[in-house]
């Protein structure tokens, strides 16, 4: 039985940091085989894998690594996971054939009877150029998505992110005026902005959407082109880091408690204090 007790509101997670490499069917045999381990020692109800976790994370790659959604081997292979697992996957992301030969970068999410419940296409490409650190132009081969994505576990709301759009404190908000409890970003944050962003944004948005966050990041590699930062984790709604991984592959275990939500926004009621009415940053749903 997936560890889901509705009366406490506990939900466990396994977060899956991941080695990725050139061979894009090794990086989903090891994904596979970590999904397996992380079911049979802990069963989690919500699997969650990097962004990018078939593939390496370059333009340059994106194309060759494409595949069409749903009938492409990694969804194939994840949807029926899922199923044989009995669990739901927030499958990281990977480089999506759209319509039009445009080339998005995708999160998939599957339910335990190996359904594609929803996708979400990065909304926010990645386009920065830090002199002296990280140059990255996502736009120089993918498209950004137009839509948000929310999906529902146990009668809970969960929104979805990629990466770079956990800067853009609008969406998060978007998704707690939806009702969400949780935001899952698959992101890849590198050794130029992850020691001084990646915690900052993940407790950020935790803090002033008074909602649990969850990052799944790869595996550091110093030999990669790009370097993942790693340290995937989980951050509950007051702002705490309650699990976070190291540098290396690791799998994550966090029971959350969906309880602590509430409980957040009552005794800080930020959203009733608002002052609407002089200033209006953030259109409400
Ligand atoms: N890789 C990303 O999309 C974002 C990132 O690394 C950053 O914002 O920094």
């Not at 509101?9 to 080695?19: V, Y």
């Not at 790693?230 to 540098?247: D, F, L, R, T, Y």
Request: with cysteine; aromatic share 8%.
């Amino acid at each position: 039985m997936n560890k889901m007790s509705k009366a406490c509101n506990i939900m466990r997670l396994a977060l899956l940091q991941l080695k990725g490499s050139k061979d894009k069917l090794a990086n989903l045999e090891n994904a596979c085989k970590k999904i397996q381990e992380a079911v049979e020692k802990h069963q989690p109800r919500l699997i969650t894998l990097p962004e990018c976790f078939n593939s390496p994370y370059g333009t340059k790659y994106f194309r060759e690594y494409a595949e069409c959604i749903p009938s492409g081997t990694t969804s194939q292979r994840l949807s029926q996971l899922a199923k044989e697992c009995n669990v739901y996957i927030v499958g990281g992301s990977i480089p999506e054939f759209g319509e039009n030969d445009k080339i998005y970068n995708t999160c998939t999410i599957w339910s335990p009877e190996g359904k594609l419940i929803a996708k979400h296409r990065k909304m926010h490409l990645f386009d920065i150029d830090v002199k002296g650190g990280m140059r990255f132009k996502e736009s120089e081969t993918l498209t950004a998505g137009n839509e948000f994505t929310i999906i529902e576990i146990d009668d809970h709301k969960i929104g979805i992110g990629i990466c770079y759009d956990i800067r853009f404190e609008e969406m998060a908000r978007v998704y707690r005026n939806a009702g969400c409890e949780m935001i899952i970003y698959p992101a890849a944050f590198n050794m130029t902005t992850g020691p001084l962003h990646w915690e900052l944004l993940q407790r950020s948005r935790a803090n002033d959407n008074q909602l649990y966050v969850v990052t799944t990041s790869p595996a550091r590699d110093e030999t990669a082109e790009y370097v993942a930062y790693g340290h995937s984790m989980v951050v509950n709604p007051w702002a705490k880091i309650i699990q976070s991984a190291k540098e290396g592959e690791e799998t994550v275990i966090a029971d959350v408690d969906f309880s602590m939500v509430e409980q957040a926004r009552q005794q800080i009621p930020i959203s009733y204090q608002r002052r609407l009415d002089l200033y209006e940053t953030v259109k409400k749903c």
